[in-house]
């Protein structure tokens, strides 16, 4: 998915880069045509579109800021809904290392016991065993 997205968003980069390429040769086919004509209205006009023309050069920088941001916005969601999964699995394994150390030392008094029990039962038969 994310591949995928990046992709989209690297054609989208493309177009971008061909619209400024176009603007920027209407943009010099202005100029040279501010050279060669001397008209008033005809520069006037030349000039209208070289505005017109960085106008949309920032448009399309704004609309590459807008998907870089998407695209990190997307991330974002993404490094959140990992964090989630590994909270819910930190969780569960806590839960487990609880359990466990609960039946360790269950099994630990058990042992004990145990021992109690032989000893008492050495201690009552005679034996001097080291237990």
Known sequence: MTKKRSK??????????????????EEMCGILNLYMYEDLNYRMNTEFNII?????????????????????????????????SYSIKEDHLLRECTQLHENVRILLNENEGCWWSRLATSVLWGRKEVL
Do not use: A
Request: glycine residues 2%.
């Open 8 to 25: 989209i968003n690297e054609l989208e980069e493309l177009k971008l880069d061909m619209r400024k390429i176009s603007n920027d040769m």
């Open 52 to 84: 017109k023309s960085q106008h949309e050069k920032t448009m399309l920088d704004m609309n590459k800021m807008i998907q870089s941001i998407i695209g990190s916005m997307q991330y974002s969601k993404e490094l959140i809904e990992d964090n989630y």
